[in-house]
């Protein structure tokens, strides 16, 4: 019983949600702002990203030449 009434409500909750959504119409302007939104985003993160191998690698070429040098006694 209270599980039939729980599916009810799921169901009836989904229903009035999808109902919503389908009544909400977006300009295609407001798209388009986004969607160069999300280009510059993905753009930024790439660069953040090959930024972050270049710090890093230099870190770790600048730790095995520290390390060759040590052992050479210079």
Do not use: Q, W
């Not at 702002?33 to 972050?52: E, I, K, P, R, S």
């Amino acid at each position: 019983m209270i599980k039939n009434t729980a599916i009810i409500g799921v169901v009836a909750g989904s229903l009035t949600a999808g109902m919503a959504n389908a009544a909400i119409t977006v300009p295609p302007e407001i798209l388009e702002v986004f969607t160069d939104l999300a280009t510059a985003f993905g753009v930024l993160m790439a660069a953040g990203a090959v930024l972050f191998g270049v710090i890093r690698g230099g870190v770790a070429l600048f730790k095995i030449a520290s390390r060759i040098f040590s052992a050479a006694g210079a």
